[in-house]
């Protein structure tokens, strides 16, 4: 989808990993000079790197503090926004009680704690981590771009966990589809508040009843978890439309996508979800159905890693998930039907 948008907007991309980044921030500290006109994240693991080499984009203090997420809440709460409590000992704050690394993502590192004790030990695992209060609201996410600096919220995602690892997301949200106005103007508050004015931006917090918004971790990339095709599939527009149109309007090149540039408004009837396959602990014995599960009309996308052999216990983190399906559904059907349906041809046994 990023090469897509890249060639409807005449980009040429220049893929680069971790060591090329690395390579070319070396030749920019002693030369001066960036090797590409522009630069465009996707991935949280390279935001620094490429606010580093990117003097049009975010200020790489901002991204670092970002990153940094008891830093980034405290940047909030000295603004005023309402924050968990956050502490380097549980004994500090309320419980229950939150144990995280102080930077990373996909609830790697993270665990949830109503004993003191536990959370403590936790703690001790960690290398650079800290705790906070568990916050007891609706978790969502907020979706958007930057315009000339300015913040656009697209929309809001809910999210259905299970622990602290996140086991799907629907687009738009049903749950705060009533708050949706607060929520976006709280996100693009925060936004400003934190320094950003470009990219694509992933925004997490909580809907707490009788409080209000509580804004979790931000990140200047798309949402993860294929939210990103939730997105586009709901606009019925690509989501990295304005992140390469973006881009290009900061290094002064003007073209029809970013020349007053409009994400499109929702479609009307139109809404997509993604579900992670969940199987019991044990040995995988068998699988079957994939293909036919991804052939059931409405899936947009999807994986299966399960294979015969492989023991599998409860996730910890994203990157422990076995495989997931992407509906997308219009004139009104529930998305969670489809993937109701696709989900039953899929079989994984699993013994003990």
Known sequence: ??????????VELIELDGKNLDEALARKESTGYSDCEGYVCFREDYTYQTALLDDSGNAPEYVARLKRKDEARQ???????EQPA????????PGPWVVKP???SGSAGVSVHTDLESAREALRTLSDGFVETFVQGTEFSAEGYFYASEPVVVGITDKRLEGVV????RYPSVLLSDHEEEIAASVISALNTWGLNAGLFHVEGWWVDGQGVVLGEGHVRPGGDFIHLLVSSVHGANIFDPLIADA????GRKNALNDGFVFPQR??????????????SGTITAVSGVEEALSEPGILAGYCAAEPGVRVESASSSTE?????VAHACSGEDPEDILDRAMGKLRITVSD
């Not at 956050?86 to 704050?93: C, E, H, L, S, Y």
């Not at 996140?166 to 997301?169: A, D, K, R």
């Open 267 to 280: 479609r009307d009837g139109h809404s997509s979800a993604v579900r992670y396959i969940q199987v019991p």
């Open 75 to 81: 940047c909030l709460r000295d603004a005023g926004f």
């Open 321 to 325: 998930r076995l495989g997931c399906l």
């Open 1 to 10: 989808m990023l090469r897509d948008a890249a060639a409807r907007q005449g």
């Open 86 to 93: 956050t502490a380097k000992d549980p004994r500090d704050i």
């Open 166 to 169: 996140e086991i799907g997301h």
């Open 102 to 104: 102080r930077s990373g």
């Open 248 to 251: 290009l309007r900061q290094h």
